[in-house]
């Protein structure tokens, strides 16, 4: 045989052999397999196909898909199935596309309020209106259509080094070598898609695991968690706010860098010994309130340098700067002037949120997870740090003041720049999140959606239902289940049985319990049930009197508003009058700022300068503020601004209050 003859051959059989491999790494009829874990082989099948594989997956999760039953998991918790899962929510997440998770994004930013057809975007940090709601999918979809335009709104939602999005997979931003190794690391993907929320830019998250992976490859492999909390803290705009609204955001000596600059300086401070917790032992939840100061570093090297406080003891770190006296009994509220840096706050002293933001950055400066709190008490607002003291073991009062009633506390969950209360958060981080029946019921729930999408209805109610059965703790669960019944137009009857399940089932939580007896309440309400209606609301008013009246306000501020715009005054005022008896003192300057002060502009802007007078002084009364409080001190402003020939015109209630 001559060389050209032989080289032929050769060819011939490299193509044969070639074509025979990709037979084989190509879905086919009998795959997946999910009587046995994924192989190596199956996994490049994956990677290589990446569409076919998540639709060959779904239909065989879909098959073999077997319900459970009152804390006893079905298939979900089946080591196997749930390996398969994985796959499908990787192959699922790569095959979006960059142009539709943007638009998916930006369904949580528009908001759209009573009587008002247009949506509003609401950036970073801003809290939609209590009475408005989610703008529909459909006009993000239309009004966003052209990538072009899409590019316009995330310009103020997103890093300002991030792209604009294209028309392309997700699987794009990964490099073939990273497609591959991640795929194969089943622990990797598993923190990470537990991690990811609705809310999460998932193009971005994928850039800065990708740049931090690139830029420190064993280091990425020793601090996985670490890079995964960076990736989801910064994928969007911190609030320009940050971190407090009383000071002037240009002192504030905040630091923007990329994601694998963030991840190297907080490795390398990790490796130097120079915190109180190995950064490698937390996980992404908790490391996300590490991470998410984006603060020149020497700030916490200050920290680190200065405060001595041992963990058990950092609640102390609020009490080592000095109270402002003259700034309180000045009103000065803003820090203004000089930088706003730790040392000046050391030097100068200052209120209350220059306390609690001094606690903050400390803790993180140690590695600490800390939370900025603020709530409103009996004589008006006040700021206060919480931390992670030990193991699932929070501090969440570090210079809170019991005896003013500060029933609750908001921080940011910086994943997602929302509130987050300080009931909410023990709830989460609460072990039965790390129970396996809790994964098998999220599980189910992603299960549901894939019958769903499949069109079987039948099997998709089964998978909600099996949510609910395996881990009804599961909030998540309930409220999936509600938007099912919901979506499909499920009958008065099974939505009420819900509801109603539920609200016993979270009987000891009075945030859930309270969720489902409104959503009960606007359903009885909508089928013409008035008087069913009211008697919900009610409850939720007397079960809360005595523990959680910032429950009982926001119920009542919903009530009082919808008098509002019909302008039905004598109801406002009994309502607003009744609810000042029933709660006394003890409601504070949050029933002021939530009820009490939206009612007085619009009575003042209807002409009702009469009835606008009576309601201040019900309010004064009842609420009984110290003299010289920011309670007392708020009422005479608005008392003042009533008087005034220039009496408002408009409802100005919606100013954060400030704390002192």
């Not at 064993?218 to 705009?237: G, R």
């Amino acid at each position: 045989m001559d060389t050209v003859m032989f080289r032929r051959c050769t060819l011939i059989v490299a193509l044969v052999l070639a074509m025979a491999f990709a037979a084989r790494a190509a879905p086919g009829n009998a795959w997946p397999n999910l009587s046995q874990a994924p192989t190596a082989a199956d996994r490049t099948i994956v990677v290589n196909h990446l569409v076919q594989s998540r639709d060959a997956i779904a239909a065989a999760l879909a098959n073999y898909y077997r319900p459970g039953n009152t804390a006893s998991p079905g298939s979900t918790g089946q080591t196997v199935y749930k390996s398969w899962l994985l796959l499908w929510k990787w192959s699922d997440l790569l095959s979006r596309t960059e142009t539709d998770e943007a638009r998916r994004f930006l369904t949580h930013h528009f908001y759209v309020r009573p009587n008002n057809s247009r949506p509003t975007l609401y950036n970073s940090g801003a809290e939609p209106p209590a009475d408005s709601t989610p703008a529909p999918v459909e006009f993000v979809e239309k009004t966003f259509s052209n990538p072009r335009i899409l590019a316009s709104p995330l310009k103020n939602l997103l890093p300002a080094d991030a792209p604009a999005p294209q028309d392309q997979p997700l699987a794009s931003l990964l490099p073939p070598e990273l497609q591959r190794e991640w795929t194969a690391d089943e622990n990797f993907l598993q923190t990470l898609l537990d991690t990811l929320s609705p809310e999460d830019y998932s193009p971005q998250v994928l850039r800065n695991l990708v740049a931090m992976r690139q830029a420190q490859p064993a280091q990425f492999h020793n601090y996985k968690s670490l890079a995964i909390a960076i990736a989801v803290v910064y994928d969007q705009k911190i609030p320009n706010y940050w971190p407090h609204r009383q000071v002037t955001p240009d002192l504030v000596p905040v630091k923007e860098q990329p994601a694998a600059d963030w991840f190297a300086y907080w490795v390398k401070t990790n490796e130097s010994a120079a915190t109180y917790v190995d950064l490698r032992t937390l996980n992404p939840e908790e490391l996300k309130f590490v991470v998410d100061a984006p603060v020149d570093e020497s700030e916490f090297d200050w920290a680190r340098k200065n405060i001595h406080h041992v963990r058990e003891d950092f609640a102390k770190t609020f009490s080592d700067i000095t109270y402002s006296v003259y700034r309180y009994n000045q009103n000065a509220l803003n820090w203004t002037g000089m930088d706003y840096t730790l040392a000046n706050i050391k030097k100068q002293g200052g209120i209350c949120v220059d306390q609690a933001y001094f606690g903050m950055i400390a803790g993180k400066a140690r590695g600490l997870p800390t939370l900025f709190f603020t709530g409103q008490g009996t004589n008006g607002g006040h700021a206060w740090f919480g931390y992670l003291k030990g193991l699932d073991r929070w501090e969440l009062d570090c210079g809170r003041y019991v005896n003013q009633n500060f029933v609750i506390g908001k921080a940011l969950d910086p994943q997602t720049w929302r509130e987050i209360s300080d009931h909410q958060l023990t709830y989460l981080t609460e072990r039965f999140h790390s129970r396996p029946e809790y994964a098998a019921s999220r599980d189910d729930v992603v299960l549901a959606g894939i019958l769903e999408a499949q069109g079987n209805a039948a099997q998709a109610a089964k998978a909600y239902d099996s949510a609910i059965a395996v881990c009804a703790r599961n909030t998540d669960a309930w409220d999936a289940k509600a938007a099912y019944l919901t979506r499909t137009g499920a009958s008065v009857e099974a939505l009420r049985a819900l509801h109603q399940s539920a609200i016993q089932q979270f009987s000891s939580l009075p945030d859930v319990k309270a969720a489902h007896q409104s959503a009960l309440a606007a359903l009885e309400l909508a089928h013409g049930d008035t008087a069913q209606a009211n008697s919900l609301t009610h409850q939720i008013a007397d079960q809360n009197q005595a523990g959680r009246t910032d429950i009982v306000i926001t119920t009542e501020a919903q009530k009082i508003s919808t008098f509002i715009k019909a302008r039905n005054w004598p109801a406002a005022l009994r309502e607003h009058t009744d609810q000042l008896n029933a709660m006394g003192r003890k409601a504070g300057s949050s029933f002021f700022n939530k009820i009490t002060e939206p009612l007085v502009l619009a009575l003042s802007a209807a002409g009702e300068s009469a009835l606008a007078d009576e309601a201040l002084q019900s309010a004064r009364a009842s609420l009984q503020p110290d003299p010289d409080s920011s309670l007392d001190k708020a009422m005479r402003s608005l008392e003042a601004a009533v008087d005034s020939p220039d009496a408002p015109k408009k409802n100005a209630a919606g100013a954060k209050p400030l704390t002192k």
